[in-house]
């Protein structure tokens, strides 16, 4: 029952420095999504994927990159991280959506990253 | 654009009071509506949800009514314990995307 398994939990970069947050679900979803979490300004869509094979940019998509090679990974890098990267990190999942609304996105326990 | 409005916290309350946190939407087409809760150091979990207009979602004396009349999914809990200490955020699901409010911090206090 392992659901959204995001690693690492905690994480301190120095500036400049890339790395990769994992994800992966293990419910067959469709839909995959990436949330940065910030004191006061609730979650914002990083990037979004439809499927494997196809990503999107969310509301605040700069500094990041994704793929989705399969339907259960969906890893976020960081290209060279900056101080404003500082954030809570979680990842989410659902099934495809229905009759236009989408069904409940399921939710990973988040990386907190700490860049210096 | 679609968008969630959610009530201002931080909302401190006595156990067993009333509690009401504030939601409003804009939305074109139909969209799905959802209450989700964070307990400290974790990830969002899902409270209750409604898919269509009228619906009512209920979960661990918690309740919401998807009203479209008043674009609204307000959150209402008849007695709060102090286990209901958290943040709750309102939310809107529709095509591709979520929509989250900025979340609505709750303390019970004994």
């Known amino acids: 029952n392992a659901g959204v398994t995001q690693t690492p939990k905690f994480q301190v970069l120095k500036t400049g420095q890339s790395m990769t947050l994992q994800c992966a679900q293990d419910?067959?979803?469709?839909?995959m999504s990436w949330y940065r979490q910030d004191p006061g300004m609730g979650l914002r869509l990083i990037h979004y994927s439809v499927g494997a094979g196809i990503t999107d940019q969310g509301e605040v998509p700069n500094g990041y990159n994704v793929s989705r090679s399969t339907t259960e990974d969906f890893p976020l890098r960081l290209l060279s991280a900056a101080p404003s990267q500082t954030s809570v990190y979680f990842c989410?999942?659902?099934?495809?959506?229905?009759?236009?609304?989408?069904?409940?996105?399921?939710f990973g326990q988040g990386t907190r990253l700490t860049v210096v | 654009g679609d968008s969630v409005t959610q009530m201002e916290g931080p909302v401190t309350l006595s156990e067993e009071a009333f509690l009401t946190i504030n939601c409003t939407y804009t939305a074109t087409g139909y969209p799905s509506l959802f209450w989700y809760v964070q307990y400290p150091g974790e990830g969002l979990q899902l409270l209750l949800k409604?898919?269509?207009?009228?619906d009512k979602g209920s979960n661990k004396g918690f309740e919401a009514t998807y009203r479209k009349e008043t674009t609204s999914f307000h959150l209402e809990k008849g007695s709060v314990q102090v286990s209901d200490s958290a943040v709750y955020f309102c939310a809107l699901g529709t095509g591709n995307q979520f929509y989250f409010g900025t979340g609505t911090s709750l303390t019970v206090i004994p």
């Open positions: 409604a898919t269509k207009a009228d």
């Open positions: 419910m067959n979803h469709e839909y």
């Open positions: 989410a999942s659902s099934r495809g959506a229905g009759q236009g609304g989408r069904t409940e996105a399921f």
